[in-house]
């Protein structure tokens, strides 16, 4: 059954004081099943991206910008996913649907400041990734420890401040044309339509962010991916090409599915499909997208895998 919000009249308009999210509401038959399985996925992500994190401080052979960034990503996707899942787990618990407008605007915040973040840092990735191939020789000097913290705070500035702008459009007006939120947490489509005044052109505005986030991260990556495929071409053995482009490999398949999960949300003016539908590809993004980056990055890395098994081997021997 639906919360109903407090609500106040000014000037014969209702305005909504609190939101519901609708979530999952229309399948309560399958309310157990979604809580078990988005429970057990949380737990293996949290683990992965947490095993990510240890393994990389405590082996140092691994104290390089390329996986400095790899635990910087394993960190922001733990902080994504701590921002949509829980709350997401208690719902379907509690089966409490209601959440103020405080804290969907601060979930919304840091949903989108993550998310942002998230496609950043993909793309210093890929420009770590062109520096080792393309400028060995230089490579310790361009991505030297002052130049890595600094690119790093900068990517994270900058997606908490195009968060900031974003949250702040949705947000500037008041909501009065219904309190329900068709989605499971506090995305910008669906309460943006909730808004008193005009929204196309705040939807104008965000669409044109969403791309400069978006769409421009995407571009340098695959310009990076062109000038490394360049160099890969000009190394005489296959051996070699294989062993230098097998250090991109996961990051590659990591940046394909969260650009294509992104572009297919953000990179429209409006909603082209129906709720239930950008649900699907939010539960996507959200749950599924988070468990592949560890998965990936541990199954698809040699150093990370050797890393790990020397630690467990020295945690055994103590244990001993």
Known sequence: ???????????????VTEFFLV????????RTTLFALFFLTYLVTLSGNVTIITVIHADRTLHTPMYRFLAAL???ETCYTLVTIPNMLARLWMENQAISISGCRAQMFFFLGLGCSHCFLLTLMGYDRYVAICHPLRYSVIMRPTVCLGLGALVFCSGFSVASIET?????????????????????????????AESASKALAIFFLSILVVLISFLLILLSYAFIVAA??????????SKAFSTCAAHLTVVIVHFGCASIIYLRPESGGSPGQDRLVAVFYTVVTPLLNPVVYTLR????????????ARSHVILK
């Open 168 to 196: 702040s459009l949705i947000f500037s007006s008041r909501f009065c044309r219904s309190n329900r939120v068709e989605h499971f947490f506090c995305d910008i489509a669906p309460v943006l339509k909730l808004s008193c």
């Open 23 to 30: 979530g999952f509401s229309n399948l309560p038959d399958l």
């Open 74 to 76: 394993s960190l922001s």
């Open 301 to 312: 890395n040699k150093e990370v895998r050797v890393a790990l098994r020397r630690i467990l």
């Open 232 to 241: 890969l071409l000009r190394i005489p053995s296959a051996a070699g090409r």
């Open 1 to 15: 059954m639906e919360v109903v919000p407090e609500k106040q009249q000014e000037n014969a308009t209702w305005l």
